[in-house]
């Protein structure tokens, strides 16, 4: 198997992973901040999720319809455009005083201008690394994005104890401008990818998903990783947990960054598995994501809640084999348009969830709706490993 060294030879990939790490980090500011924002303004389980689901359910728009531009325009264009409109957006966020519904609409448009940037980043990587060193490629991309989140998640719960919500933003804004510059400069000039013929933006759409649709393994991929939704729930009420333990700001970036480390965790062991020892594992690392939530039903402190979050962070790094095997077997022309749809299923089973478990946490505490979520995804998680392990009888390689 290639090596690291091989990787960090490449140019192109230190400058795409750099841009993505560095982006990833500022989002995290951006995310603790808001939460505790509308936290400590509207004092408010429901509004506080609802803000954080924000970050996810504008891929229901955005996926299906946006990402289909990283398959019609050149890929490094498509990012660095959608990298200075976050940028440009973030700073007016940054307004003091601005009110709650601006805030709201502001972070949807944000959300979207991240829609066709992801799919371009996605498709671009086997380009970039054609040959063997994607899978590990993959795997550095998106354990280094962890350990970003990690790092930002902690960095950003110090930051809104020190600057307020509105610098964090303009950092986050900061952050964008630096990804454009890293994907401008380093990597190389690409044509849009070659179509058979070019069809209409509709057309295009259903034939994504009927791509996507109409195989049994691609199906089962999206199952397991709408998953997600489920075990997401103690990160989206972070804050009002933070607040049941009576602790602070700080207390939150710590309750986001045990996830994430957890997940770099497992991405990192995962990364250096032979390819068939990993697919048997993930279906069972998908049920574990959401199993360990239901410790949380005893009201855990601090330290045990975040032993939990990160043991179900390590779990759902199976989500690195499910996004690794999905890119290999769509074609690079429909890339962009199929990872878009994956993704639109993925965030809104994640906004979904969240928004519901905000509403719960009206009625019931911050700890049993964690644990009932956890349960929850435990049931669908099973199902979505039975068929994962039919659909996979005829062979899958990574």
């Not at 994005?145 to 950092?171: D, E, R, S």
């Not at 070019?198 to 996507?212: H, I, K, N, T």
């Not at 402190?301 to 290999?328: D, I």
């Not at 878009?340 to 478990?357: D, P, Y």
Request: charged share 10%.
């Amino acid at each position: 198997m290639p090596g690291y060294r091989e990787l960090a030879r490449d140019g192109e990939f230190r400058a795409l992973f750099t841009a993505h790490v560095v982006s990833v980090a500022g989002d995290q500011f951006a995310r603790v901040a808001l939460t505790v924002h509308v936290y400590d303004r509207t004092a408010s389980a429901g509004l506080t999720a609802l803000t954080y689901a924000l970050t996810f359910l504008p891929d229901l728009v955005g996926g299906p319809l946006l990402s289909g531009l990283a398959d019609r325009f050149a890929r490094k264009e498509v990012m660095v455009a959608a990298d200075l409109a976050r940028a440009a957006l973030l700073l007016v966020m940054a307004v003091p005083l601005l009110p709650l519904w601006a805030l709201a609409a502001l972070l949807v448009l944000v959300q979207f201008a991240g829609a066709p940037h992801g799919a371009a980043r996605a498709a671009l990587l086997p380009q970039i690394l054609p040959d063997q060193r994607y899978p590990l490629g993959q795997a550095v991309l998106s354990t280094l994005t962890q350990a970003a989140q990690v790092a930002g998640f902690l960095t950003g719960g110090a930051l809104v104890a020190w600057w307020g919500p509105n610098l964090v933003l303009m950092a986050d804004a900061v952050t964008f401008g630096v990804s454009a510059f890293l994907v401008g400069l380093f990597l190389l000039d690409r044509p849009a990818p070659p179509r058979p013929h070019v069809r209409a933006w509709p057309a295009d759409l259903v034939g994504g998903a009927r791509l996507v649709w109409d195989d049994r393994r691609l199906r089962a991929l999206v199952a397991l990783a709408c998953v997600s939704g489920f075990y997401i729930v103690g990160e989206a009420l972070a804050a009002p947990y933070a607040a049941q333990l009576g602790a602070g700001p700080a207390a939150v970036g710590m309750i986001f960054a045990a996830y994430a480390a957890g997940t770099a965790a497992g991405m990192l062991g995962l990364a250096r598995l032979p390819s068939p020892r990993g697919l048997r594992l993930m279906p069972w690392l998908c049920v574990l994501s959401c199993a360990v939530l239901l410790p949380m039903q005893f009201a855990p402190g601090l330290g045990a809640a975040l032993t939990l979050f990160a043991l179900s962070g390590l779990a759902s790094s199976y989500q690195l084999l499910a996004n690794t095997v999905f890119m290999r077997l769509v074609p690079n022309a429909s890339r962009g348009q199929a990872f878009g749809l994956a993704v639109t299923a993925l965030r809104v089973s994640q906004g979904v969830g969240i928004a519901l478990a905000g509403a719960a946490a009206e009625w019931w505490p911050v700890h049993r709706v964690v644990a009932v979520a956890g349960l929850g995804g435990a049931v669908v998680a099973a199902g979505a490993a039975w068929s994962w392990r039919r659909a996979a009888r005829s062979g899958v390689q990574i």
